[in-house]
């Protein structure tokens, strides 16, 4: 079973709680966790997302992309804030 990720807060505080071993390549930092945009039906969109305190850094499966956001431009500027508006932010 998935776990719906409540808002950003909620967000924060998985990723604060991780013990992935994922490691980011450009902040050499590990944690953070795996999770998808219910797009509907079958349909999603992976991603891992850190949190290191000011900012997310963002890795998309689809294209091998990654972004680094505040938590300001998280919730304007990606497909994440209004997946989290919406209620289809899981995690794995």
């Known amino acids: 079973m998935y776990l719906k990720i409540k808002d950003v807060e909620h967000l924060k505080e998985l990723c604060n709680k991780s013990n992935s071993r994922y490691r980011n390549d450009k ?15 079958f349909a999603r969109s992976s991603k891992t997302i850190t949190w290191n305190g000011n900012t997310f850094w963002i890795y998309h499966d689809i294209d091998d992309t990654d972004e680094t956001v505040d938590e300001k431009a998280l919730m304007k500027q990606t497909n994440i804030g209004t997946a989290l508006d919406s209620g289809n932010l899981y995690m794995y």
């Open 27 to 41: 902040t050499d930092d590990y944690g953070g966790i795996e999770c998808f945009i219910n797009i509907g039906g």
